[in-house]
Each structure stands twice: as structure tokens, then as C-alpha cells.
């Protein structure tokens, strides 16, 4: 089978209008009203001086995690050696929460950078920890475009909380 190709010239206007429109609501940022909010209400599990770890409101699977830094920065080259080395650092612990809170058979680690790459907040760079389990896949994502979530957000933020890696960094909510 060869790739084939659909020329669509009209399309170069929408994508143009598309990587010039607002990345945030009202002008502020989700991670970073999220940073300044209540932990426990915003789902926050661990935080240091750099860099910190929420629960996604809206999780490709329950346990996807997302680790950002403080500091409103869009590009991982801009992040100051000390956020970056605490955003591998909260990466691991968020791993090992993962492995011990639902035992998966994988987890997918990912930053999107840029809109055009997928990331939902492209002026705010942010890594994903989705965990993953073998034979863990269904029709109802790629057919009735709906994911079928087994525990609440509330349930998994607990069940996390309660699987945070006791280190020098300082955890957060309740």
C-alpha cells in the first residue's frame, strides 16, 4: 500500500488562524492557577520549590498524572537546570506512586511541546505519566469516542496520595 495524498490548499488558512489564536483562557494559565490554588482542591499531590504533580481532570486512563514547574515557562530548553532536575525528580516519585498504587505493566512518560505536538497548554510545558496495562484497550475510545474511567478523580488523587514516595520532597493537601 502506498501513502496517499489529499491536496487541500484552504486548509493553510485555518492552521495559520489556529497557531496565532490564544493559548490561555482570559489570559491565565491552567498549571499556573492550579500552582496557586488549594492543593487538595486542586488535586495536587506533591510539590517542592520548582515543580509539581496533578491529578489530569481529564485522564486518558485513572493515575494520569501531570508534573509541571512553578515558573510559567512554554519551552524545556527555558527551564533553568535546578527545574529541570526537580522535573526528573518529581517524575520518578511520581513513577513509583504509580507502580505502587496500581501495579501497571507500563507507564507512558511524554511532553508535548507546542500545540502543533498536542500540548493542551502550549505556554506552559508539562510532562504526562499515564500508566498502562497489557491488553488494557476497548472499542469504546476509537468507536464511541468515550473513555470508560473505573474510579473517580477524588479516588485516585487518595489512592496516590496515600502511595507518594516519603522523600526530601515535600508532598501537599490533606
Not at 482570559?26 to 490554588?37: H, N, Q, W, Y
Not at 505519566?129 to 497489557?134: K, L
Request: hydrophobic share 45%.
Amino acid at each position: 500500500m502506498t501513502l496517499e495524498r489529499l491536496w487541500a490548499g484552504w486548509r493553510a488558512g485555518y492552521i495559520e488562524e489556529v497557531a496565532t489564536a490564544p493559548a490561555a483562557v482570559d489570559g491565565e494559565c491552567l498549571f499556573c492557577a492550579l500552582a496557586a490554588a488549594d492543593p487538595y482542591d486542586a488535586l495536587v499531590l506533591a510539590r517542592d520549590d520548582f515543580v509539581f504533580a496533578v491529578m489530569n481532570a481529564y485522564p486518558y486512563t485513572s493515575g494520569h498524572l501531570m508534573i509541571e514547574p512553578l515558573r510559567h515557562e512554554a519551552a524545556l530548553t527555558g527551564l533553568r537546570r535546578a527545574e529541570a532536575n526537580a522535573l526528573i525528580a518529581m517524575t520518578q516519585a511520581t513513577n513509583a506512586a504509580l507502580d505502587a498504587a496500581y501495579r501497571p505493566d507500563g507507564v507512558n512518560l511524554g511532553v508535548n511541546l507546542g500545540r502543533a505536538a498536542g500540548a493542551g497548554v502550549p505556554g506552559h510545558v508539562h510532562l504526562h505519566a499515564v500508566p498502562r496495562w497489557v491488553g488494557d484497550t476497548n472499542f469504546m475510545t476509537a468507536v464511541a469516542e468515550t473513555r470508560v474511567l473505573p474510579e473517580s478523580l477524588r479516588t485516585s488523587f487518595e489512592k496516590l496520595k496515600k502511595a507518594w514516595p516519603h522523600s526530601e520532597m515535600s508532598t501537599t493537601g490533606q
